[in-house]
């Protein structure tokens, strides 16, 4: 693979993407975290400069819960708007266009603090929010339509890489020796700003999507043209006459709109999987876990002067399971990973909620919940996370893809808003016994994956579609001999 990807420019485009991309949405999803206490902090001082008064604790969890969920509605406006932008302006200037935004955000976010002002940081980070929301979709679209099919869906888990080394970025800078301090805070927060510069730079000498050339565009000299600049030379015939059948086979089928694809019955047990399966990984805690993380490792009696540096082994666990999630999804198949992964979140859960809840805890008991959230995390980004995107690929055809990716980019940018604004008011009412709310969510999804998800592995939209029929119609044993009767 290695060779393949440096014949041509797909090593240094896989990179420049998710630099540009996934990181962003990483970085400033655990960015927050460590200066939090500064930032309502601010948000104190801030409110007593205009009104010579105090604002109430509630009000300064609120209004940082605002700022928290604003990202996430800005991404929802994002993901909302893939279907609209990507047949009219491609993939390449959607993505240069979603850098200008992250860009005036940085720039916001970075002078919030000279002008005293908290409503900037939600400004910026609503504009971060839409270029990662629409960006961040885009990236993975790009990304497919570029890829080999033999490569594909290893390489669309390189979003996932990113996704958790910009998290685990954000977790380094955030230690109190480098940017998490009270007075650095906002260049910490400014920071991504500056790789995406390089995105911007760098994007324009890369060619358009090779896939969107010929099956959207027709041109089959520039599909050619990409290929080559991507994958190095050769003729690449086989790939071409592939798109060419799958253009003729589709011809005069459109891209799908979001409501057309909620609406069409044959793919509705796959449209049903994707949802469920993204609303338990949404759901399972591990947002919560992730930008929240000072705040509930204090609950856990983890000392303050301790808490970063585990926050930074949570960052460090997320991308090695990643890494080895890339490594073996097309070898041990999607099922495995998606049930196994559930499985041992839900019993992580379990765990952490008991150690929570212990009546005069040992010393030794805080790092013992503290690896116990590292474990969960590991599954997440190595289970489900990593192999939710093989699992849309796998399961929908070229027109139906952008439909896909918004309506999970409007779920999961939906559920992240909600969750950051009333997490912390779920905290305080529940205590430790939240993890019990999210342990019932990837109880779900283990069954669900279980009983009602096909293994996807090798096999082609049309193939697994007939797998999904087959398991709806009253398990996996009854629905294959019903299949057979009915093609005899």
Request: aromatic content about 8%; proline content about 4%; hydrophobic content about 45%.
């Given at each position: 693979m290695f060779r393949e990807l440096t014949r041509g420019k797909a090593l240094m485009f896989i990179l420049i993407l998710g630099i540009g991309g996934s990181f962003q949405t990483g970085f400033h999803n655990t960015g927050m975290s460590s200066p939090s206490p500064y930032i309502k902090?601010?948000?104190?001082s801030s409110w007593y400069e205009r009104y010579a008064e105090y604002p109430p604790s509630a009000t300064v969890n609120l209004i940082f819960g605002v700022i928290i969920s604003t990202y996430a509605v800005g991404g929802l406006f994002g993901a909302a708007s893939v279907k609209f932008v990507t047949g009219k302006f491609g993939r390449k200037k959607i993505l240069i266009g979603t850098c200008l935004f992250s860009v005036v955000g940085g720039v916001i976010m970075l002078t919030s603090k000279n002008a005293n002002s908290f409503e900037m940081i939600v400004a910026a980070r609503f504009m971060n929010g839409f270029g990662a929301g629409l960006g961040g979709s885009v990236q993975q679209i790009y990304l497919m339509e570029s890829s080999p099919k033999q490569?594909?869906?290893?390489?669309?888990?390189?979003?996932?890489?990113f996704l958790s080394l910009g998290k685990l970025s954000g977790q380094v800078l955030g230690l109190s020796v480098l940017l998490g301090c009270e007075h650095l805070w906002n260049i910490l927060l400014f920071a991504p700003a500056c790789l995406v510069v390089v995105l911007l730079l760098a994007l324009p000498f890369f060619p358009e999507a090779p896939r969107y050339l010929l099956m959207d565009g027709g041109d089959i000299v520039a599909c050619r043209k990409a290929l080559q600049r991507l994958w190095g030379p050769g003729e690449y015939q086989v790939e071409i006459d592939e798109m060419l059948a799958e253009r003729a086979a589709s011809k005069g089928v459109q891209v799908k709109s979001l409501l057309e694809f909620l609406q069409d019955s044959g793919i509705r047990s796959q449209i049903i999987a994707i949802a469920i399966i993204s609303a338990c990984i949404q759901l399972s805690g591990m947002s919560a876990i992730t930008i929240f993380s000072f705040d509930i490792l204090n609950k856990a009696a983890v000392p303050v002067d301790q808490i970063r540096y585990i926050t930074l082994g949570f960052g460090v666990s997320e991308v090695l399971a990643t890494i080895t999630s890339t490594l073996i999804v097309e070898r041990s198949g999607r099922k495995p990973l998606l049930l196994g992964g559930f499985s041992i979140m839900f019993t992580m859960l379990l765990l952490i909620t008991i150690m929570l809840n212990l009546k005069n805890p040992a010393p030794w008991v805080a790092y013992c919940t503290a690896a116990l959230f590292m474990i969960f995390?590991?599954?997440?980004?190595?289970?489900?996370?990593?192999?939710?995107m093989a699992l849309i690929n796998d399961s929908f055809e070229q027109s139906h893809h952008p439909a896909a990716m918004t309506l999970i980019g409007l779920q999961r940018w939906g559920m992240f808003a909600v969750l950051g604004l009333v997490f912390p008011f779920i905290n305080e009412g529940l205590g430790s016994y939240c993890f019990l709310l999210f342990a019932c969510f990837c109880l779900l999804g283990a069954l669900y994956s279980f009983f009602l998800v096909p293994e996807t592995k090798g096999k082609s939209p049309k193939e697994v579609s007939q797998q999904f029929q087959r398991l709806a119609v009253g398990g996996k044993f009854f629905g294959r001999k019903q299949f057979m009767e009915t093609r005899l």
């Open positions: 902090n601010f948000i104190n490569l594909r869906s290893t390489l669309m888990l390189s979003n996932v890489f995390i590991m599954c997440v980004s190595g289970g489900p996370s990593g192999v939710n």
